[in-house]
Structures are given as structure tokens and as C-alpha cells.
């Protein structure tokens, strides 16, 4: 009547399950293992922003004895797809008085990448695109004024969000911290 053939090939039901779950439990472990190093990649963005402000600005105060909180002025630009907004919690220009007789460069009132990445600024800026939305400087402080005239310190900020909120500041010497942590 009926005629089994033997050594039939092909896999059973439960064995399918067991790969399936095998492949699930994997899948479990690697995804946020993998977002997870994403985002410390992209925290290498506010790293090296903070570390290019902080060259522009010890640039600036070897030559005119002072910093400037206006990012343009001491000659930073950012680049790159942005995440975090880069710069000074408070818009000033001058901390410490007026600005030396002979420098010339004007005062645009760009404080933070935020501010350079505006509604009006971003056309034509690809590097505005991927800009975290409304995430504001919290830590970062003007340039301060020590009593003598020229101010001597300062405290950069990189605000965005990553997997949450993510801040970094640095100061006039080169200490990053890690004020919030996005991860």
C-alpha cells in the first residue's frame, strides 16, 4: 500500500523552533550591543568639537590675551552631519571689557552651532541636517573675567541626544566631563 522510503531528507519541525529561538536569543544580545556602540561612536562628534573649540580659542587668547565667546570670531567652523550643538551657554561678546583697539574680525553673535545652524542659516548647510532638535547648552559658561580686565577662563558644551539627553563640557584646561550621560 503505502511505501516509506528511507533516509529522507529535510529537517523536523522542533529542530526548525530550536534554530529559530537560537537565532532570537542572538538577535537579543547583539542589537543593543551594536546601538550601544553606535552611540559612544557618535559621541566622538562632541569629543572632537570640543577638542577643536578648545584649539581655536587657546589660538585666540595667545594672540589677543584674552578668550571670546563667539565661536566664529576665534575661527572655529564644525563639520559634518551635527548631533550636538557646540559652544557657550550664554551669547556675549566681549567678557572683560572692549576689544582690543586692532582686532578687526566683526561680531556675528554666533555663540553655539545651534545658533549657526538657525532656520536662516541651514539652507544651503548640509552639515545642519541630522542637527539634534532644541537640545540646548546647559554647562557650558562665557568666558570669564578674573578682575584683571582680559578674561582667563572658560567652559565649552556639547549638548545632544543620543539614546537620551548627552552633555560634555570642557574648561580653559582641557578637562572634558561628561555632565549628562546620554548612553
Known amino acids: 500500500m503505502f511505501k516509506r522510503t528511507l ?19 542572538l538577535s537579543a544580545i547583539a542589537i543593543p550591543n551594536y546601538q550601544r556602540f553606535q552611540n559612544k561612536a557618535r559621541q566622538s562628534e562632541a569629543k572632537s568639537n570640543l577638542g577643536g573649540l578648545y ?3 587657546k589660538a585666540f587668547f595667545s594672540e589677543w590675551e584674552q ?11 564644525a563639520e559634518g552631519s551635527l548631533r550636538y550643538n557646540i559652544g557657550f551657554l550664554a551669547a556675549s561678546t566681549w567678557s572683560g571689557g572692549a576689544a582690543p583697539a586692532n582686532y578687526a574680525a566683526p561680531l556675528s553673535g554666533n555663540f553655539d552651532t545651534g545658533t549657526i545652524c538657525g532656520a536662516s542659516f541651514a539652507v544651503g548647510n548640509p552639515s545642519c541636517a541630522d542637527m539634534s532638535a532644541g537640545q540646548a547648552l546647559t554647562g557650558a559658561v562665557d568666558p570669564a573675567d578674573p578682575g584683571g580686565g582680559a578674561p582667563h577662563t572658560f567652559t565649552i558644551g556639547a549638548a545632544g541626544t543620543l539614546a537620551g539627553v548627552d552633555e560634555w563640557t570642557m574648561n580653559q584646561n582641557r578637562v572634558m566631563t561628561n555632565t549628562v550621560v546620554g548612553l
Open 7 to 25: 533516509g529522507n531528507k529535510g529537517f523536523s519541525l522542533i529542530e526548525l523552533m530550536v534554530v529559530v529561538a537560537i537565532i532570537g536569543i
Open 67 to 77: 578668550y571670546l565667546s563667539n565661536i566664529d570670531d576665534v575661527g572655529f567652523a
Open 55 to 57: 584649539v581655536a580659542e
